[in-house]
């Protein structure tokens, strides 16, 4: 099977994109505003602070929780000589330990997507819960049990939803008229916002702090209960809390986005980042990759949006 996959490439790609566009299309699509009789009742506090209620319980902030990553190159993956705890996996090539990534411009979820973001979602879309972990969880931590197809839905309502309201600021409106999309972060862009352009191991710098970050503890907490002040771009819980999912599939290095479609498995993984609360310090590194069936639903697993051209 696998070498007949090798040989047709593309008839893989098409499989397996029809595969994640079936399993969308056949959660049953109640009118807006309507669970489906599997969903439990969502309620969703009048207020949480530090999201807005009347905004999809996105963060209150001028761009709702997106923050802006400049464009430009960094050092992605890992080089043993300098980080005794780096995976083979994060190894560039036989000849080069990293490599420089040139990054377009995008923006990345300050936090976590959490719980009432989440159920403001299926309460709206009608979407099937599949795994009610994921409606369970408290509405300011993050939303986990939720799968990579799950997750990809979310961001494509919200999408709509940001598109159609006029509750959508200004300069978050005029991105996606400019034909931005909401989606998953690639593996390229999640590893640049965790560590920014100096190279450094953890995004708060060469080795980790129990005070910095939800690692090696006995559950999820709070988005942003760590601060983190020496983090890049001011984003919280990129070590730790929840792993996240990226739209990249799992793939040998070197890193490269255009060949995704091309070497994709019928049984292609797709990429995870940045540990969870039950993570040892060797997997809340920038540079760790998780790979994880796209289907997986674990109480461990959980994402963060993007803004993508
Ligand atoms: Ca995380
Ligand atoms: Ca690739």
Not at 257 to 277: I, K, P, T
């Amino acid at each position: 099977m696998t070498a007949v996959l090798k040989r047709w490439p593309a008839l893989a790609a098409v499989g397996l994109v029809l595969a994640v566009w079936l399993s969308l299309s056949l959660a049953p699509d109640a009118p807006a505003g309507q669970a489906t009789p599997e969903a439990p009742a969502v309620e969703l506090p009048a207020e949480l602070a530090g999201f807005r209620a009347d905004a999809w319980f996105l963060p209150d902030d001028g761009m709702l929780g997106f923050v802006e990553v400049p464009g430009g190159p960094f050092t992605m993956g890992s080089d043993r000589a300098v980080d005794p705890l780096a995976f083979d996996i994060e190894r560039w090539s036989p000849t080069q330990a990293q490599g420089r990534v040139d990054v377009p411009t995008f923006y990345i979820g300050r936090y976590e997507v959490t719980g009432a973001q989440y159920a403001v979602f299926v309460r709206e879309s009608g979407h099937r819960v599949a795994d009610q972990g994921a409606l369970t969880g408290r509405p300011n931590f993050p939303v986990v049990s939720v799968a990579w197809t799950d997750a990809l839905a979310y961001a494509r309502w919200l999408e709509q939803a940001l598109r159609a309201s006029s509750v959508t600021p200004a300069p978050l409106a005029r991105l996606l008229s400019d034909g931005w999309h909401v989606t998953l972060p690639t593996e390229a862009e999640w590893e640049k916002a965790a560590r920014g352009t100096d190279g450094r191991i953890f995004p708060l710098g060469d080795a980790p702090r129990a005070e910095r970050a939800n690692y090696q503890g006995p559950g999820l907490t709070r988005v942003g209960a760590f601060e983190c002040p020496e983090c890049p771009y001011g984003l919280a819980d990129m070590s730790g809390n929840a792993w996240e999912w990226t739209r990249s599939p799992y793939q040998a290095y070197p890193y490269d986005e255009s060949d995704d479609a091309a070497s994709l498995d019928a049984d292609a993984l797709w990429v995870m980042r940045g540990g969870s609360f039950s993570d040892g310090p060797q997997n809340i590194r920038a540079a760790v990759r998780g790979g994880a069936d796209p289907g997986a639903r674990r109480p461990f697993i959980g994402f963060r949006l993007a803004l993508s051209r």
